[in-house]
Structure formats: structure tokens, C-alpha cells
């Protein structure tokens, strides 16, 4: 488990092209080391803005796009094509602008899709595409990309809820989600923490209290920010507010 590192920026417009930028340069970096990189999407205000600002890069084509693995850290459990799913809003952020391998973009199964709406076999499917990508695992992710909520949720897992306390699976249905839609898909936190570099990016003075109390050692259980860490680095981006009540000792 890697120690928590804080990086600080003004406000999320600036923390959203400066998390572009570094995202740029872990995938060309990945792509020169092995061929090809993977990276966990997240959505959100900030997930979003991140990749918005992305495709608007000029570095943005020094990415072989053909070469790169995109996963969803969650998904929420509706239609395809919702505006609120967050395969919806990252293809319109920038998926739809790049010239990607559709093999290689693993998306989160809707709930019109093949399983219909049963979020537990679209959970399940989930958990085959990446042990098939692991020899039975999970993939160890370049980058996971994380939001964080007020009450310190990432992804969907959710304080006290069956998904924190998961310790087998890989993928969980999430059903009564304390925040709509209720029924979403999510990583559980043992998959999250099998990605090289985890990323928790949070904005809002709403979100100083939970970035404080993770960083401070929180429990998972209470608080799942504080189980997501990365095996070589675990990355805090804040902006201003939301850092306002971090430890000294970051």
C-alpha cells in the first residue's frame, strides 16, 4: 500500500487540465514501457471535466489511442445511451474524438442491455471481463481514477454498505444507493487497490471534512476513500477548498 501524496490546485478547473495533462503522460509513459496502457474512468463533475479538457489538448494525440484499455470504476444502472451514465458522459467528453480499439473499451453492461435489468449479472459479466484480461484476476490497472463523495464514497462503494465489506468479488451490484439512480455497478475496493496509481480527485468545501478524515487514517468501512490506494502510488487532487482542513503533515 502506498503512502497518500496531496497535490493542491487553485480551483477544478485547474485541477481538471492539470490531471489531463498528467494522464497524458502515464499512458505515452505505459505505452513506450510495455505496448499499451489501461486506465480506469471515472465519472462525476471533475471525471468528466478531466477528459473534456483532455480533448482539447494538443498533447491528446501524442496518445496511440488504438493501444489503450478503458475501464469504468462504476456505472450507474440505466439505460444505454442515459445522459447520466458515465459511459454517456465520457463519450462525449472525448471517447467519441478518438480513434480507440471499440474492443478495448470495457463498458459496464446497461440495464437494456443483455442481462436486462439485473445489475447482479451485469456485475458478474463485469468480473469476466477483467479475470479474461488477468488470468482470473484484475487487471493491474495504470491509473484508476477516482471522485470522492461528502461522505467519503468512491466509486459506488459506500460507507457501512455490503460493497465495503466485500472481500471476494471483484464487481458488486450496488442496489438502495443512498444517492440516485439507487442501482449502479462498481469495482469493489480490492479491484480498486490492484491499479498501479490511484487518483482521488475532489473539489468543494463539502468534501474538506472526508479528504481530511482519510487522509487522517479513517476506516474504510466508515470511509471508503480511505481504502483506495494505489500499489505504487496513491494520489490526492484537490482543489483549494476541499484541502482545507488536510493534515500539516501533507
Not at 505515452?28 to 496502457?37: E, I, K, L, T
Not at 488477468?134 to 463523495?149: I, N, R
Request: hydrophobic share 45%; with cysteine.
Amino acid at each position: 500500500m502506498s503512502k497518500p501524496e496531496v497535490v493542491v490546485h487553485r480551483d477544478g478547473d485547474l485541477l481538471a487540465a492539470a490531471a489531463a495533462a498528467r494522464l497524458v503522460t502515464r499512458i505515452v509513459d505505459a505505452q513506450a514501457a510495455r505496448g499499451f496502457a489501461s486506465i480506469v474512468l471515472t465519472g462525476g463533475r471533475t471525471g468528466t471535466a478531466v477528459l473534456e479538457h483532455l480533448n482539447r489538448s494538443a498533447a491528446r494525440d501524442a496518445v496511440d489511442w488504438s493501444r489503450v484499455d478503458l475501464f469504468w470504476g462504476d456505472e450507474r444502472f440505466l439505460p444505454s445511451g442515459h445522459a447520466d451514465r458515465n459511459e454517456t458522459q465520457a463519450r462525449a467528453a472525448l471517447l467519441d474524438h478518438v480513434p480507440l480499439d471499440p474492443s478495448r473499451v470495457h463498458v459496464m453492461e446497461p440495464s437494456d442491455g443483455k442481462f436486462g435489468d439485473d445489475p447482479e449479472a451485469a456485475a458478474e459479466a463485469y468480473a469476466s471481463v477483467l479475470a479474461s484480461l488477468a488470468d482470473g484476476g484484475v487487471p493491474s490497472f495504470d491509473v484508476c481514477m477516482l471522485g470522492v463523495g461528502e461522505e467519503g464514497h468512491v466509486a459506488s462503494v459506500f460507507p457501512d454498505s455490503p460493497a465495503v465489506h466485500e472481500k471476494e468479488r471483484t464487481v458488486v451490484a450496488v442496489r438502495d444507493c443512498p444517492k440516485p439512480p439507487p442501482t449502479r455497478v462498481s469495482l469493489t475496493l480490492e479491484s480498486v487497490r490492484s491499479a498501479q496509481e490511484v487518483w482521488l480527485m475532489t473539489t468543494g468545501e463539502a468534501k474538506a471534512e472526508a479528504v481530511a478524515s482519510a487522509l487522517n487514517g479513517a476506516s474504510e468501512v466508515d470511509l471508503p476513500a480511505a481504502g483506495a490506494t494505489g500499489r505504487s502510488r496513491t494520489l490526492w487532487l484537490l482543489d483549494t477548498t476541499a484541502a482545507a482542513a488536510v493534515p500539516a503533515s501533507f
